[in-house]
C-alpha cells in the first residue's frame, strides 16, 4: 500500500516506519527536520517536509504521496517527563488543530483508511482490566483528566467520520529505545536520582508496550477491520511491582516510599492519580482479531 505516516521521526515514528518498508509498503514520512529527512530516506521512505499546521501543504503533500492509508502518531513530547505540564498544552494542539489538519486533508484526498494514535492508560477506573468499551478518565486529576480529553476528541473525530475508514491504537506506555522507559532514558534518569517514589500502596496499574511491538502492531492495524484497539503487553502492573523491577534493571536504588499526603503535598493530585488509581487495559480483542502477540515486560523477566 501506499503509507503516509505523520509524526514519522518519534519515538515510534522510526520503528514502524522500518516495519512498513519491510513489509514491502510505499512509505512517505512526514518531518519537518534535516534530522529527521536524513533519518527517513535511511529507512527507504519518501519524505514529505510540511508543518502539521499548514492545511494546504498537507493536502498537496498527501496527494503527491498517492497515500491509500494516513497513519497519525503526531506528538510534541519533552524530553523527559518532568518538563510535561510545559509541553502539555503545544502537545494538545499538535494533536488536534495539527492533526485535524491531517484528518481533513485524509478525506478530502480521498484515503481510504485512518489509524489514530490514541491512550491505553488513561481509562475510567474500576476494577480488573478494562476492555475497548471503556471510555477515559475525563472527570480524572486535572492533567490527566486534560489528556483524557485529548484523546476523547480524537477517538470521536476518528469514529464519526463515515466516509474513512478509522482505527484507534491505544498505545501503552511506550519502552524501549528511544523512549523515557529505557536504560538511557529520562525516567530512568529519575529512578536513579530516586525522584520517583512508589505512593501509598502503588495500586495504579500500567499498561506498557515495547516500541517495536507497537510497530508491528501499526503495521498489522493497515488491514485489520475497523475500530478501536488496546495495542498493550500482558503484563499490566501496579506501581507497587513494576516500579521497583525497573529501579533494579536500570541499577538504581529501591524507589522510596511517600504517603498519598505526602504526594499530594510535594507534588499534586496527579501524581498520586498516576501512582494508585491508573487503570490497565486488556489487549484480548487486538490477540483476537489480528494476532497480536507482545513480548513480556522485559523488567518482570529480569
Not at 511506550?174 to 523515557?180: A, D, I, K, L, N
Request: charged residues 25%; hydrophobic residues 45%; contains cysteine.
Amino acid at each position: 500500500m501506499n503509507v503516509f505516516v505523520a509524526g514519522a521521526s518519534g519515538a515510534i515514528g522510526r520503528p514502524l516506519i522500518a516495519e512498513l518498508v519491510r513489509r514491502g509498503h510505499t512509505v512517505t514520512g512526514m518531518t519537518r527536520s534535516d534530522a529527521g529527512t536524513r533519518a527517513l530516506a535511511d529507512l527507504g521512505a519518501a519524505v514529505a517536509r510540511v508543518s502539521a499546521f499548514d492545511a494546504r501543504g498537507l493536502e498537496e503533500a498527501l496527494r503527491r504521496s498517492r497515500a491509500e492509508v494516513v497513519i497519525d502518531e503526531l506528538t510534541a513530547l519533552p524530553k523527559s517527563p518532568s518538563e510535561m505540564a510545559e509541553a502539555a498544552p503545544g502537545d494538545r494542539k499538535l494533536r488536534l488543530e495539527g492533526g485535524g489538519n491531517l484528518h481533513r486533508a485524509a478525506r478530502a484526498c480521498g484515503v481510504r483508511r485512518y489509524v489514530q494514535q490514541a491512550s491505553g492508560f488513561f481509562l475510567r477506573p474500576w476494577s480488573g482490566l478494562a476492555d475497548e468499551s471503556e471510555g477515559l478518565a475525563v472527570d480524572a486529576s486535572p492533567r490527566v483528566a486534560a489528556s483524557a480529553r485529548t484523546y476523547a476528541e480524537l477517538e470521536a473525530r476518528l469514529l464519526a467520520a463515515g466516509d474513512i475508514e478509522g482505527v484507534a491504537l491505544r498505545y501503552g506506555f511506550f519502552y524501549g529505545p528511544g523512549t523515557w522507559y529505557h536504560p538511557d532514558g529520562a525516567s530512568a534518569d529519575q529512578v536513579r536520582r530516586g525522584e520517583v517514589p512508589v505512593v501509598g500502596d502503588g495500586g495504579g496499574v500500567w499498561s506498557w508496550i515495547h516500541i517495536d511491538d507497537a510497530a508491528v502492531a501499526t503495521a498489522d492495524a493497515l488491514v485489520a477491520p475497523p475500530g478501536v484497539y488496546h495495542v498493550v503487553d500482558d503484563d499490566p502492573s501496579p506501581v507497587s511491582a513494576w516500579l521497583p523491577a525497573f529501579a533494579r534493571a536500570v541499577g538504581a536504588p529501591p524507589p522510596p516510599r511517600v504517603t498519598v499526603e505526602q504526594a499530594l503535598a510535594a507534588a499534586g493530585e496527579d501524581a498520586v492519580y498516576y501512582g494508585t488509581r491508573l487503570r490497565g487495559a486488556s489487549n484480548a480483542r487486538a490477540k483476537r482479531v489480528f494476532g497480536f502477540r507482545p513480548r513480556r515486560l522485559e523488567w518482570l523477566t529480569a
